[in-house]
């Protein structure tokens, strides 16, 4: 939590639930990743938080973008930003939503198949296209693998037919999985990319560029690789597979670019042993839960850190059960993997989740069992 954060909490007593996201740390993490990749351009992906006041301020950084719906075009064109600077990086789009950002003035398209590409020939013709590659999520905490991308042959294949459809093939993506903690998995996919790259360059095809994604993590309670590792790896195996000079880096961060500039405040609603003798789990069931935002815990692969009022006495603490609010009993943020919290936490104490700043505003329903969206601050 950054002072900035502790301080609005302290002095506005904000509501709970609500989700506070610090802009100078925003600021910040942009600035570390262009740092660690400077030739690199950043295409924020707007789904982690599409909170206009960081779209601005990343605007204003310089910042591309990714989007993924004509939804997210309007928030960003509301927020200022150009068509120019949009790049439609679904792979799976209504020709409806093709025809609309065409409409708008998007020039640049994801695709994993020959049908897409169709797609994209009728409703945005001319348009610059890029390829997605299936690649391995090793090492990744939230996979987004298996419903996307296609083989390095297909690949391969597709990009031709896009130039006969009088499209223009301009790259290679892949996405190595979100919060990725291993630097290879970038390495590897680069070593496949760049292998379609120089077959096509002998079919008279040269490439703009190489879209690496997303998947660089959020510290959550577990060591993490940081940024400038990660631009390491990939400056290097760049390098290692373009000797003679390497086509531009695109990334998609999402995760990574608010991840760690949020808080979500809570409170806690009950805390019980319900009947349960002295060796079960005390349940502690908190203001916000699966439905109220924070998706992620799905399969509990996303491990928070929880901030409570007793932390000092960590002498006294015990396994419990996370729980949110609603009527729902998959409402459970962790029950396999226990949380430990003071023994003195009790009814109406405030707890923090840190590094809730992605995926977390949107993920949020908008009224089950009648309680109300996420509140957001942005400060
Ligand atoms: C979700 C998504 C991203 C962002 O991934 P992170 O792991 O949050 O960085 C980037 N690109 C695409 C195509 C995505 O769907």
């Known amino acids: 939590m950054t002072p900035k954060i502790a301080r609005f909490l302290t002095e506005q007593k904000p509501a709970t639930p609500c989700l506070v996201v610090d802009l100078d740390c925003v600021r910040g993490q942009y600035r570390a990743l262009h740092d660690a990749l400077p030739s690199s351009r950043i295409h924020y992906a707007v789904k982690a938080n599409p909170a206009p006041a960081i779209l601005k301020e990343l605007n204003n950084l310089g910042s591309f973008f990714d989007i993924a719906s004509p939804g997210e075009i309007d928030i960003c064109m509301k927020a200022g ?41 009728e409703h945005a013709p001319g348009c610059e296209v890029f390829c997605r590659l299936g690649v391995l999520n090793t090492g990744a905490q939230w996979p987004l693998s298996r419903k996307f991308g296609t083989t390095p042959e297909s690949a391969f294949t597709l990009l031709q037919q896009a130039r006969d459809l009088g499209l223009k093939p301009a790259g290679l993506s892949f996405h190595v999985g979100s919060q990725q903690t291993s630097t290879e998995a970038y390495g590897d996919a680069i070593a496949q990319a760049a292998g379609i790259y120089h077959r096509l360059r002998q079919q008279g095809i040269t490439l703009d560029f190489i879209n690496m994604g997303g998947g660089f993590p959020t510290y959550y309670n577990s060591p993490i690789p940081s940024i400038d590792q990660f631009g390491k790896a990939i400056a290097t195996a760049m390098t290692t597979h373009f000797p003679e ?87 459970v943020l962790y029950e396999k993997n226990l949380v430990p919290l003071p023994e003195e936490l009790k009814t109406g ?31």
């Open 81 to 121: 930003i150009p068509a120019q600077k949009l790049s439609f990086g679904h792979t799976v789009k209504t020709a409806r939503s093709i025809a609309y950002a065409h409409q708008k003035g998007l020039t640049l398209y994801a695709f994993d198949c020959i049908e897409e590409l169709r797609k994209l020939a």
């Open 349 to 379: 104490d405030r707890v923090n989740i840190l590094a809730t700043g992605a995926y977390v505003s949107t993920y949020c329903s908008t009224g089950f069992n009648g309680f109300p969206p996420l509140d957001e601050h942005y400060i």
């Open 245 to 331: 000079g390497a086509p531009r880096i695109l990334l998609e961060p999402g995760r990574y670019m608010v991840g760690s500039a949020g808080v979500v405040h809570t409170e806690v609603v009950l805390s019980s042993k319900r009947g349960g003798g002295d060796n079960t789990p005390r349940w502690v069931y908190l203001d916000i839960g699966r439905f109220g935002g924070l998706a992620e815990t799905e399969g509990e692969s996303i491990r928070y850190t929880f901030q409570t009022p007793h932390d000092e006495n960590t002498a006294s603490r015990s396994p419990c059960i996370l729980a949110g609010p609603t009527c729902d009993s998959m409402d």
